[in-house]
């Protein structure tokens, strides 16, 4: 029988196209060798997401099942490690902004954040101006600030927020360039990765697979550091940074890259930018720390140190002029040092040289070897950034420079608690400085109400969010309580500053009458019961309650807060305390039982559970 011969383009032994090539087989081989390990990399992620293992590492959650969002508590994890007492500010807001709404987003670090207490802080005083500007809009400042963080966190959760929806973004950032997330080692030898690279392996660490490999890559890097409990004087003084080290030139240009995406963000969006230089305490904030230059001879030091010697005895004695003499000559063998820059500021406010005061406490604000401040590189950065008409600047350090309140132009403690953040007045005058931009930024689209702004005072604004006389001593304690600790314990005359503020917070507690209580638990209910769906206010409430002793009310306060926030552990933490005060036992362990459901590592909670728990038997 014969053979069907096959067509000469499929004949046995030929390929259609002819043989394969030697580079294109080990072509093939490479892209295999690539592709597989990601497929198979690719499925283990989709399997671990089915699983539920690790934590989602977005900045927001969906809730309401879909039809909200709020900030993910475990969101630092990723950068920080699973023990990072580091929290989003909690807000819920809906998921499809609503017709005929204004939504802002707050970005920034803790003073953005409002640091000590985030109910006073400058983004809700500018939502209280707002509504009282348009009653008939959805008023939404959302506080996406966090504490702790810096630019190359903000600009993840500026990516996140997009999908809010924003009229605009206010930005407010720049005190943690320095000193956090991906700071330099001041070890010789130790510059930092490039951009490219701290982004991919960012990228990483927020995949499922990422988070697995996490303690290895907290151990074998210092980014956790950062967030160390045990954090001592011996650490903070082991990562002091010299002014003029060439490192600090790698974090300014991260800065203005992670900047530049920021406002990318916005314009992608299609939402408005406004961007704020930062205001620092210059006059009443001494450097956390200073460095000699590098070159100094041990000769040249010997000269330096018995000029500033002589300085500071006669700076201690009054005699301004000729301390100022002391340390110019010391400034002669080296002007590096922040702490003599400080004082020499000192010495010329003393004699009114108001200009020479300016600019030395502008050099010990750029000196600093723990640059927890942003410094004069850090705005420059900012000014350069803004594009309008899509990114606008706002110019708050100089603004807030120009206020009657600093006649001199020099800012001091009567605008912040200590270094960056704000008392109630430094936050009333930046919402005040915010206030009048946004709506000239936003102009057309907000439609009726532009006509003419009208300025709340800082009374209306305090009475509308519940501020009274128990928060702002409760905020001066915790304020207290921190600068009590390291870094601040170098600082020039410390202990003396440290027993001077705690003394007159205590003569100020010990003044406090029952009546100024009860005062104050009117004006904070007043508030409440003026804007009911505000969480913050029934907390506030509850916890002036709880001060009062008045635990009943406070469980009924704090019990609405948490019907209005299920998601925040805090509220039922101290809502469980409430209960338990009122001998209400099994409430109150359902309750700590909830916290650990929302946060498994919240502090204290298995403490107390354990506690709630013995009683009952």
Known sequence: MPTASLPPEISVGKEADGPVSSWQRWALRGVLAVVSPCVVLGLLECLMWIMDIGYPAGFLLP??????????????????????????????VVAQKPDNS????????????????????????????????FPNKRVEVINAAMRGVNSHIIRVIAQDCARLQPDLYVVY?????????????????????SLRFLRVAQWFRSTRLGQCAQPLLVKWTRDSELENPNQDMAFFRA?????????????????????????????RSGSKMLLSTVAVNLKDFPPLASLHRADLTEANLARWTVSYTNGVASEAAGRFEEAVAHYLK????????????????????????????????SLARDRDALQFRADAYINEAIRGAARPPEVTLIDAEQILLNRDVFPHKILGDNLFY???????????????????????????????????????SPDVCALALGYNIICELQMTDAILDLTSKPPFLDQIDH?????????????????????????????????????????????????LCQTAQDYAESAKALEQAATLMPHVAHIRMALAEALNKTSQNEAAIAQIKAVLKIDPQYPTAHQVLTEYAARRK
């Open 418 to 456: 200590e270094y960056v953040h704000f008392r109630w007045a430094g936050d009333y005058l930046m919402a005040r400085t915010l206030f009048p931009k946004v709506i000239e930024i936003l102009g057309t689209s907000l439609g009726s109400g532009t006509e003419s702004v009208a300025m709340l």
């Open 63 to 92: 809730a309401d099942g879909g039809k909200s969002y709020v900030p993910n508590d475990r969101f630092a994890y990723q950068f920080y490690g699973s023990k990072t007492l580091l929290r989003p500010v909690p807000f819920k």
């Open 173 to 193: 950032m720049g005190n943690n360039e320095v000193i956090g997330l991906y700071a330099p080692d001041p070890k010789p030898g130790l510059n930092l990765p």
């Open 330 to 361: 010391a400034a002669e063998v080296d002007d590096h040092f922040a702490d003599l820059q400080y004082r020499l500021a000192r010495c010329y406010w003393r004699n009114a040289q108001y200009d020479a005061a300016r600019e030395r406490f």
């Open 495 to 543: 202990a003396n500053r440290q027993t001077a503020a705690r003394k007159d917070y205590a003569q100020r507690a010990a003044a406090l009458t029952r009546r100024e209580l009860q005062q104050s638990l009117v004006v904070c209910h007043a508030a409440l019961t003026n804007c009911p769906s505000d969480w913050w206010l029934h907390y506030n409430y509850g916890m």
């Open 239 to 267: 990562h002091r940074l010299a002014y003029d080290d060439p490192k600090r030139q790698t974090v300014y240009a991260y800065f203005r890259q992670n900047l530049a995406d920021i406002c990318q963000t916005a314009r």
């Open 102 to 133: 204004l939504r802002i987003v707050l970005l920034g670090e803790s003073a953005a954040a409002g640091t000590p207490d985030p109910a006073y802080g400058f983004g809700r005083i500018l939502e209280t101006m707002l509504r009282g500007q």
